[in-house]
């Protein structure tokens, strides 16, 4: 993928209604639907890169794809009009750019500013944001409501475990989160370590250069094929508009995944036995099934892996790919000694061993002169947290299309400025005081790359509204279809002066 030339730098106003932390699929996303529902509202983005995807512009290794599906990972308000329903990222990269140049909001994007502080000031009823430029100058914003649209990947690097004997490899060790451009891996062997959906995305796009390429992991995950095509939206896009035919196939594809999702929740011994059959249908006759592909846990306790018209089977079927479940004992000058004494030569070592998670990209708060601790605060609606006024964020599902959950969000945000500009309101703030709320992880997923960041995260409750739920269906219902105020939001007006009083920032 290559990067797109960013929009004419433009200057940073000093003061907008909300901004926009991230330019990736959710800050095109919340600016869109602020355009559309909020039309007289200010708003700017704020993108520490310099470019616009996030991380379908990050990444760059290859085969880099979604894992959900385009009618449902794509935005609500344009039609993804491609045949592959399972994309590739150039693809996506392309379709997210594409939304933000025709409805122009690259126009309201400033590249190269990493938020790092944002100060809240009750008086003012404003947010101060300070972001560092590439150049190590800092620029202050001043806003009325603060939206933060980056996700919870860190950027600048992924997890690598501390590997015995790596030093020793005389090979090339890269995690895909830093794949180099220039990197030839022709007649090379390779070792992927991990068996996610990197791991599963990587190995059989590697093969075509490869000479060989091995999938290293401690335990398997569960490996589905999909078909790579929606024979249901070639169908109705024959015989129905673009819009008409994209919405029918998400609200189908929608209600799949739910049901799947509620199945294998249900039903896991079952589930996982059809898993099962599924996969060594897939396989050569006498291959080790359940030594390869038989994990731990229940589906869907961890995200289940697509494989688009089983490719990665296909490269075992073929030879070009093998699978090895074992641990590593320690890296020596010519591979890889696993602790059954085996070893595996390789030229190329590829560490697909998963993501580190931050929390609103390191940004830290303080509201009315007292520092925020994150796992202080509560997840109110999945949107925003308990204490921090005019505050709301964006993060997806983790068992359907993140953007599904990013529409809703947007939505629901712009309904409730609709309420406050009719209440005469100026500050919104959820209240987390039920001595009965029982707090919990914010997300309850047993994957190795959440575990180890959540203690570092906002908390959730164990009751509504302070649940983050993972159903697009209850979502519809409290964020499009439920009430905007209850008895955990607080509203007030500032207690300084009107806004045309205020002293503006030096920009």
Not at 449 to 471: C, E, H, I, K
Request: charge should be negative; glycine fraction near 8%.
């Amino acid at each position: 993928m290559s990067t797109v030339p960013a929009a004419p730098v433009q200057t940073v106003p000093e003061h907008v209604d909300v901004l926009i932390v991230g330019a990736g699929i959710s800050g095109i996303g919340c600016a869109y639907h602020l355009q559309d529902k909020q039309p007289g509202r200010s708003y700017a983005i704020l993108e520490g890169r310099d470019a616009i995807g996030g991380t379908w512009d990050l990444f760059r290794y290859p085969g880099i794809r979604s894992d959900s599906d385009l009618h449902t990972f794509g935005y609500a308000f344009k039609p993804w009009t491609h045949e592959k329903a399972i994309a590739d990222g150039a693809d996506i990269l392309a379709y997210v750019r594409e939304a933000a140049t025709e409805n122009g909001i690259d126009r309201h994007i400033h590249f190269g500013h990493r938020v790092e502080h944002a100060t809240w000031s009750t008086a003012e009823a404003r947010w101060t944001v300070r972001a560092r430029r590439a150049d190590g100058t800092e620029v202050a914003v001043s806003a009325s409501w603060l939206f933060c649209a980056g996700g919870y990947y860190r950027h600048d690097a992924g997890f690598t475990p501390e590997f015995p004997g790596v030093e020793d490899f005389v090979g090339k060790v890269v995690h895909p989160q830093q794949w180099p451009e220039d990197l030839d891996y022709t007649g090379k062997r390779v070792v992927v370590i991990g068996s996610g959906a990197t791991a599963v995305t990587l190995i059989p796009a590697m093969t075509d250069r490869a000479a060989h390429v091995t999938m290293l992991q401690r335990s398997p995950s569960y490996i589905l094929p999909v078909p790579s095509e929606d024979p249901i939206a070639k169908l109705l896009s024959r015989f129905l508009p673009a819009e008409r035919a994209y919405a029918a196939t998400r609200r189908k594809n929608v209600w799949q995944q739910t049901g799947v999702y509620a199945f294998c929740q249900r039903f896991p011994k079952l589930a996982r036995r059809l898993i099962r059959s599924l996969t060594a249908k897939q396989l050569p006759e006498g291959f080790d099934v359940d030594t390869h592909f038989s994990p731990k846990y229940d589906p869907w306790d961890q995200r289940l892996c697509a494989v688009p018209d089983g490719d990665l089977f296909r490269a075992i079927r073929r030879g070009d790919a093998s699978m090895v479940t074992d641990h590593i004992d320690t890296f020596t000058a010519d591979g890889i000694r696993l602790r059954s004494g085996a070893e595996l030569e390789a030229d190329f070592v590829v560490s697909a061993t998963g993501l580190n998670l931050i929390a609103f990209g390191g940004i830290t708060f303080t509201v009315d002169g007292a520092d925020v601790a994150l796992p202080d605060t509560m997840a109110y609606k999945g949107m925003m947290l308990s204490g921090l006024p005019n505050f709301a964020y964006a993060i997806g599902y983790t068992n359907s299309s993140w953007t599904l959950k990013v529409d809703l969000v947007c939505e629901h945000l712009c309904r409730l400025l609709d309420h406050m500009d009719a209440g005469g309101h100026e500050i919104c703030t959820p209240g987390a005081d039920d001595p009965a709320n029982e707090t919990r992880p914010l997300l309850d997923f047993a994957a190795g790359y959440v575990q180890r960041a959540m203690d570092t995260f906002p908390r959730q409750g164990s009751r509504a509204p302070w649940q983050l739920n993972m159903s697009y269906g209850k979502d519809v219902a409290l964020l499009r279809a439920g009430p905007i105020a209850d008895d955990a939001l607080t509203f007030g007006a500032r207690s300084a002066g009107p806004a045309d009083d205020r002293v503006t920032l030096a920009v």
